[in-house]
């Protein structure tokens, strides 16, 4: 069903998108929330990696910043990752 061109493309295109996903496991990107008193770190994989809050948030005020903060630091997450997905299949898959 496929050549041997088109194996050898999937081959190189995999061991690429190996190769971003390592790279964004290096990548930090935050989302914060009422101007910091809730901060969220994620890597570019979606990871959170820290998170930190002012000690006088508490019960449900501090449960929907967390969601906020969380949520803006993912977003961030998904389109650095879709950036560099794309980056890898650049010249493999024609048209990226």
Do not use: C, W
Request: charged share 30%; net charge negative.
């Amino acid at each position: 069903m496929f050549g041997n061109g088109m194996m050898k493309k999937m081959q190189e295109m995999q061991a690429k998108a190996e190769e971003a996903k390592e790279r964004l496991n290096h990548i930090k990107l935050i989302g914060e929330a009422k101007e910091g008193a809730v901060r969220i770190e994620v890597n570019g994989n979606g990871v959170i990696t820290d998170m930190t809050f002012n000690d006088e948030l508490q019960g449900e005020e501090l449960k929907q910043l967390i969601m906020l903060a969380a949520n803006r630091a993912l977003e961030q997450s998904y389109r650095t990752k879709e950036m560099e997905m794309a980056q890898s299949a650049k010249g493999i898959i024609p048209g990226m």
